[in-house]
């Protein structure tokens, strides 16, 4: 085979010969080796069709030998898939599952790896343990963890709860005060990114994972092309995402082009002559070899569904932070009131009651002032539109919230998003609410619901939904057990995701910590109202 690739590179013109042979001599002769060379010849010389040269190399031949390498970690793949496989040691405090066993496996053996897993089944956990694994094996010494801008705290609070190896955090902003002997972690979103690709491409990470890598899918937008860019130089490499397609197949592009290039190759031009129909517009009509598609971007890829993972757990709880920014003021100062009035002894369980009330609303960005509410702040928001963007477009899911004005901002904004909602609060008539029901059970095209906590806890079947999202809570524990016993029932046939959206450093957290010990959250909060969490 080298006799027939040294033909191959002879012809070529004498500026592409030098190039290809010149990266050739930096290492011994091998099959990766002569498939590079291949690949050189038809990325710098596209005119020339390879498979017709008067050297006798078929294209059968061309073709095994150019994906020699892939080939063989897509037989890896297979092999972990069925079972097949020696388990690594994990450094991490938590124990896998059997599928996050699997996953970690395929992380660890190819050098970049897509974990196609969906939210609540532990692709963040698993991608965790290989980062961590390649550090203690002394291949990587930077890690770069991109990531859409409301999983930030994510990451850092996984890092804090699994790992079990030395690493050292900074997050959006880059110092290089980083710990020696630690595992140097930069978390930062999208946006923020490629603003800074001088500073992040200086810094030189060994690895980098994209989280929810779908946000990359349009190959011409800054944070693409900072992916693709950087993509090139490391050699380890992870995307993780539940829904790699959202809006067409040729989603996929961008993400395998960062992550391993001889999947789908290069040219965005070539991908779409090969899965889809254009017409004379340019506009795609239809698709095609879609099974090629999947096969090929399965092949390197590890997928999980909730419904299919036999030993999860009946329902899993997951938490979402954001940061004030807009209404972190007046939250510190309605705090700072509340704890002045019990430092003066002033201590009335009713009053105090409602400031706390007062402030989980400023969390949820409103302000109550003499029966007017006003908004003051779209974190929360901001928040909810990430999660519910990243959902599969059929998927059904539930809100519940304990404020109207937080009820009528989350319809407002699903309504913008094109996601046929309803809701059902304390004025929404008996009837009515049965055919809400009865609607959200039968047509597909209803894909949420949002509820009062209050009112929407009890005598309310809602299994057509296996996800929900708290956006805010109730200080009732019974409220907050019958309201999740709304998906989790009988008739249920998928495992359950509960996702609890929180404002980091509030009184949220406070809300969350007690309802973990399953205790009524206005007598624990009223009993530590100076112990608030605070910006």
Not at 212 to 221: A, F, L, M, P, R
Not at 369 to 392: Q, R, Y
Not at 455 to 469: E, K, N, P, W, Y
Request: charged content about 30%.
């Amino acid at each position: 085979m080298v006799r027939k690739t040294l033909s191959l590179i002879k012809s070529c013109s004498s500026k592409h010969q030098e190039i290809i042979t010149s990266m050739l001599k930096q290492n011994p002769w091998s099959s990766k080796q002569q498939s590079f060379a291949i690949f050189m010849i038809e990325k710098y010389l596209p005119q020339i069709n390879v498979y017709e040269l008067q050297n006798e190399i078929t294209k059968e031949e061309l073709l095994l030998d150019a994906r020699e390498y892939t080939k063989d970690q897509v037989k890896v793949v297979d092999e972990i898939k069925n079972g097949n496989f020696t388990e690594f040691e994990v450094p991490l405090k938590t124990k896998l599952f059997d599928h996050q066993k699997k996953a970690y496996a395929i992380g660890v053996s190819l050098d970049g790896a897509a974990f196609l897993m969906e939210m609540g089944t532990g692709k963040t956990l698993s991608a965790i343990a290989v980062a961590g694994k390649r550090f203690l094996e002394g291949k990587i010494k930077r890690l770069l963890v991109v990531a859409p801008l409301s999983v930030l705290h994510v990451w850092e609070s996984e890092f804090k709860k699994h790992a079990d190896y030395k690493y050292d955090i900074k997050k959006q902003v880059l110092t290089t005060d980083f710990k020696g002997d630690s595992l140097q972690v930069f978390i930062v979103s999208y946006e923020t990114s490629w603003r800074i690709s001088d500073e992040i491409m200086s810094w030189k990470p060994d690895m980098v994972i994209a989280d929810e890598s779908q946000k990359i899918k349009n190959t011409d937008s800054k944070r693409a092309q900072f992916l693709l860019d950087i993509g090139k130089k490391v050699k380890y490499k992870l995307i993780l995402t539940g829904t790699p397609v959202t809006q067409s197949p040729l989603d996929l592009f961008a993400q395998y082009k960062f992550l391993n290039s001889s999947i789908f190759g290069d040219g965005i031009t070539k991908f779409k002559d090969r899965y889809a129909e254009i017409d004379h517009f340019g506009r795609v009509v239809a698709y095609k070899h879609l099974d090629e598609m999947a096969d090929k971007a399965h092949s390197i890829a590890y997928r999980v569904k909730k419904e299919d993972v036999l030993d999860l757990p009946p329902f899993v709880d997951e938490v979402m932070y954001c940061e004030l920014t807009e209404s972190r003021q007046i939250y510190d100062e309605i705090r700072d009131a509340v704890k002045a009035s019990f430092s003066k002894g002033n201590v009335n369980y009713n009053v105090v009651l409602a400031n706390l009330q007062k402030l989980s609303q400023i969390a949820g960005g409103f302000y109550s002032h003499k029966g007017d509410i006003t908004p003051i702040g779209t974190e929360k928001l901001t928040l909810l539109e990430s999660i519910v963007s990243d959902f599969a477009p059929d998927k059904k899911f539930v809100v519940f919230c304990r404020y109207r004005a937080e009820i009528d901002a989350i319809s407002k904004l699903f309504t913008d998003l094109k996601i046929s909602n309803f809701i059902i609060t304390g004025d929404t008539k008996m009837e009515d609410r049965k055919d809400i029901l009865e609607q959200f059970k039968n047509d597909k095209n209803l894909r949420c619901v949002i509820l009062n906590i209050q009112v929407g806890s009890v005598g309310i079947d809602l299994t057509a939904a296996d996800t929900m999202i708290f956006y805010s809570h109730s200080y009732s524990y019974a409220d907050y057990t019958q309201s999740r016993a709304r998906i989790h029932r009988t008739g249920q046939v998928n495992k359950c995701l509960y996702i609890h959206i929180a404002a980091k450093d509030t009184i949220d957290e406070r809300v969350m910590q007690s309802l973990e010990e399953k205790k009524d959250v206005a007598q624990v909060i009223v009993d530590r109202v100076t112990d608030i969490p605070h910006g």
